[in-house]
């Protein structure tokens, strides 16, 4: 069965540095998200895209993150100047219908920002 | 915050028994969602049920949705130690675009 893989699975970072967090969505969808579940913490939406835009982004997604779909496959998270806060695990999902059917989670990134 | 917490936060069952846990919410939504969360991995989808739809089963897993209440349940029947996990509710809320909201989650311990 397809699925979402993400990269890499435990990311250590110094405060301060930038953090480029790596996922391949499934093939044929066409919905793509970013969550993020600090430790013992509900799963928090960060970021939606679709259509090569983003169509909605949470207030925990300021200025330091942003989103891109390089190369029609990869979907990345890239995180610029990283803050203690930051730590968490980052999950990417994928869906071929939005918010109106299943969305496909990866395994998740685990940040650790030291 | 729109959506409600789940309960119980903690459940342990002997296996073979049912384990049942129940999430509310606050507005209106389009569908709801169960996920399992094994420890240290992704989270998977279980089941969907749109807002028309009042109960759905999958194998084991049974699934009621009260929007006069604004509640939903998960059954799981017949426990198996695998079945040992968080399981989530998620809402697609009608005014939030097509992001899911999730609950605190209940962690489920099945004893074998």
């Known amino acids: 069965e397809p699925e979402v893989t993400q990269t890499p699975s435990h990311q250590v970072t110094q405060m301060g540095q930038e953090v480029i967090l790596r996922c391949v969505p499934i093939?044929?969808?066409?919905?793509f998200y970013w969550y993020r579940q600090i430790l013992g913490q509900k799963v928090e939406f960060l970021v939606s895209?679709?259509?090569?835009?983003?169509?909605?982004k949470s207030e925990i997604f300021d200025d330091q993150f942003s989103v891109e779909r390089p190369d029609g496959s990869n979907f990345t998270l890239k995180i610029r100047s990283t803050k203690l806060e930051d730590s968490a695990m980052y999950f990417c999902?994928?869906?071929?219908?939005?918010?109106?059917?299943?969305?496909?989670f990866g395994d998740g990134t685990r940040l650790s920002i030291l | 915050s729109q959506q409600g917490e789940e309960d119980p936060q903690a459940l342990s069952i002997q296996e073979g028994e049912n384990a049942t846990m129940n999430c509310s919410y606050k507005?209106?939504?389009?569908?709801l969602q169960w996920y399992r969360q094994n420890s240290g991995r992704g989270l998977v989808h279980l089941i969907l049920?749109?807002?028309?739809?009042r109960e759905k089963h999958s194998g084991r897993l049974r699934v009621t949705l009260d929007t006069s209440k604004k509640s939903s349940s998960l059954l799981i029947t017949a426990s198996r130690a695998a079945d040992t996990a968080s399981y989530f509710c998620a809402t697609d809320f009608k005014a939030a675009g097509n992001k899911l909201t999730f609950g605190g989650g209940t962690r489920v311990l099945v004893k074998p």
């Open positions: 093939s044929n969808h066409l919905y």
């Open positions: 507005t209106s939504i389009n569908n």
């Open positions: 895209f679709y259509n090569n835009e983003i169509s909605e």
């Open positions: 999902a994928s869906s071929e219908e939005g918010g109106r059917g299943p969305q496909h």
């Open positions: 049920i749109r807002s028309n739809e």
